[in-house]
Nanobody, 122 residues
Framework: QLQASGGGLVQLGGSLTISCDAS????????MAWFRQAPGKEREFVAV????????SYTDSVKGRFTISRDNVKNTVYLQMNSLKPEDTAVYYC?????????????????WGQGTQVTVSS
């Protein structure tokens, strides 16, 4: 039910926006988040927007560079990524969760997209 897209290869300092189509969900009820997983590392939280709670949160390493946004008409969540660094290279996953208590915990999210690869070259 989640389809991520928009990944690609970008140079150091560049920008990229990835998106996640959440058609099929009652979109406005769900917290929408982005996680990422780099090779050899565990999946980590990146950003979340909870329409229900009015909360937006980012992991420290992307604060000021990444922006999560959502369009409740298009049922789409976006992650705008600026000033990209090689350490941002990962597969990015979107996730949707309902009535989540711990927004940064991947175990709270029921629906996951297939992932989109973001590669930052130096």
């Amino acid at each position: 039910q989640l389809q991520a897209s928009g990944g690609g290869l970008v140079q150091l300092g560049g920008s990229l926006t990835i998106s996640c189509d959440a058609s099929g969900l009652t979109f406005s009820l769900y917290a929408m988040a982005w996680f990422r997983q780099a090779p050899g590392k565990e999946r980590e939280f990146v950003a979340v927007h909870s329409w229900r709670n009015g909360i937006t949160s980012y992991t420290d390493s992307v604060k000021g560079r990444f922006t999560i946004s959502r369009d409740n008409v298009k049922n789409t969540v976006y992650l705008q990524m600026n000033s990209l660094k090689p350490e941002d290279t990962a597969v990015y996953y979107c996730a949707a969760g309902y009535r989540i208590t711990v927004l940064r915990s991947d175990s709270e999210y029921r629906y996951w997209g297939q992932g989109t690869q973001v590669t930052v070259s130096s």
